[in-house]
Protein backbone atom coordinates (compact mmCIF):
# COMPACT_ATOMS: atom_id res chain seq x y z
CA UNK A 1 0.00 0.00 0.00
CA UNK A 2 1.01 3.36 -0.44
CA UNK A 3 2.29 5.44 1.92
CA UNK A 4 1.23 8.27 0.68
CA UNK A 5 3.91 10.67 1.79
CA UNK A 6 3.05 14.10 2.57
CA UNK A 7 5.81 16.71 1.01
CA UNK A 8 8.06 17.14 -2.03
CA UNK A 9 11.07 15.28 -0.85
CA UNK A 10 13.04 18.26 -3.08
CA UNK A 11 10.87 21.81 -1.98
CA UNK A 12 9.37 20.59 1.17
CA UNK A 13 6.24 21.88 -0.15
CA UNK A 14 3.19 20.29 1.76
CA UNK A 15 1.05 17.38 -0.54
CA UNK A 16 -1.71 16.16 1.17
CA UNK A 17 -3.23 12.82 0.25
CA UNK A 18 -5.60 14.35 -2.16
CA UNK A 19 -3.66 16.90 -4.26
CA UNK A 20 -3.53 16.15 -8.28
CA UNK A 21 0.18 18.04 -7.81
CA UNK A 22 1.84 14.49 -6.11
CA UNK A 23 4.73 12.64 -8.68
CA UNK A 24 6.00 9.24 -7.44
CA UNK A 25 8.68 7.04 -8.82
CA UNK A 26 8.20 3.31 -8.47
CA UNK A 27 10.28 3.48 -5.04
CA UNK A 28 7.55 6.31 -3.41
CA UNK A 29 10.02 8.99 -3.87
CA UNK A 30 7.45 11.90 -4.21
CA UNK A 31 8.30 15.52 -5.60
CA UNK A 32 5.73 17.99 -6.42
CA UNK A 33 4.74 18.63 -10.12
CA UNK A 34 7.16 21.32 -10.19
CA UNK A 35 10.23 19.90 -9.17
CA UNK A 36 9.23 16.98 -11.08
CA UNK A 37 9.25 18.85 -14.60
CA UNK A 38 10.83 21.72 -13.56
CA UNK A 39 14.18 20.51 -11.88
CA UNK A 40 13.97 16.81 -11.93
CA UNK A 41 12.48 16.63 -16.00
CA UNK A 42 10.99 13.39 -15.40
CA UNK A 43 13.72 11.72 -13.72
CA UNK A 44 13.97 10.60 -9.62
CA UNK A 45 17.42 11.42 -8.86
CA UNK A 46 17.15 8.34 -6.47
CA UNK A 47 16.80 5.33 -8.67
CA UNK A 48 16.44 7.04 -12.08
CA UNK A 49 13.28 6.32 -12.99
CA UNK A 50 10.39 8.02 -14.33
CA UNK A 51 7.60 10.04 -12.11
CA UNK A 52 3.78 9.52 -12.16
CA UNK A 53 1.19 11.07 -10.81
CA UNK A 54 0.66 9.66 -7.39
CA UNK A 55 -3.13 8.12 -7.19
CA UNK A 56 -5.44 9.74 -5.29
CA UNK A 57 -7.01 7.33 -1.98
CA UNK A 58 -10.72 7.69 -1.12
CA UNK A 59 -11.59 9.40 2.53
CA UNK A 60 -13.79 6.39 2.70
CA UNK A 61 -15.09 3.28 2.26
CA UNK A 62 -17.43 3.43 -0.78
CA UNK A 63 -17.46 -0.48 -1.88
CA UNK A 64 -19.13 -1.52 1.92
CA UNK A 65 -18.92 -0.72 5.31
CA UNK A 66 -17.93 -3.72 6.49
CA UNK A 67 -14.58 -3.83 4.33
CA UNK A 68 -11.70 -1.10 5.87
CA UNK A 69 -10.62 0.69 3.01
CA UNK A 70 -10.23 4.30 1.94
CA UNK A 71 -8.46 7.54 4.25
CA UNK A 72 -10.11 6.87 7.32
CA UNK A 73 -8.55 3.08 7.74
CA UNK A 74 -5.19 3.64 5.82
CA UNK A 75 -3.97 7.33 6.59
CA UNK A 76 -1.29 9.14 4.79
CA UNK A 77 1.99 8.92 6.18
CA UNK A 78 2.99 12.04 8.32
CA UNK A 79 6.29 11.39 8.23
CA UNK A 80 8.53 14.34 6.06
CA UNK A 81 10.83 12.99 3.78
CA UNK A 82 13.87 14.61 2.11
CA UNK A 83 16.07 13.83 -0.84
CA UNK A 84 19.25 12.57 0.20
CA UNK A 85 21.39 13.68 -2.56
CA UNK A 86 22.44 17.32 -3.25
CA UNK A 87 21.61 19.77 -6.34
CA UNK A 88 24.98 19.28 -8.13
CA UNK A 89 24.15 15.10 -8.12
CA UNK A 90 20.34 15.99 -8.71
CA UNK A 91 21.38 18.15 -12.03
CA UNK A 92 24.03 15.18 -13.13
CA UNK A 93 21.59 12.62 -12.51
CA UNK A 94 18.75 15.14 -14.39
CA UNK A 95 21.46 15.43 -17.14
CA UNK A 96 21.98 12.03 -17.87
CA UNK A 97 18.65 10.60 -18.06
CA UNK A 98 16.10 13.66 -19.12
CA UNK A 99 16.35 12.65 -22.69
CA UNK A 100 16.16 9.04 -22.14
CA UNK A 101 12.52 8.32 -21.62
CA UNK A 102 11.30 6.18 -18.96
CA UNK A 103 10.23 2.99 -20.35
CA UNK A 104 14.03 2.69 -21.69
CA UNK A 105 15.71 3.56 -18.99
Known amino acids: ?6 NCELCDRDLPPNTLDARICSYECTYCVACADDVLRNVCPTC ?3 LA ?25 QTRKHSR ?12 LKDVPPEER
Do not use: V
Open 1 to 6: MLELRP
Open 85 to 96: WNREEIAAMTAR
Open 48 to 50: GGG
Open 53 to 77: RRPIRPEKAYRHPDISLGLLFHPAS
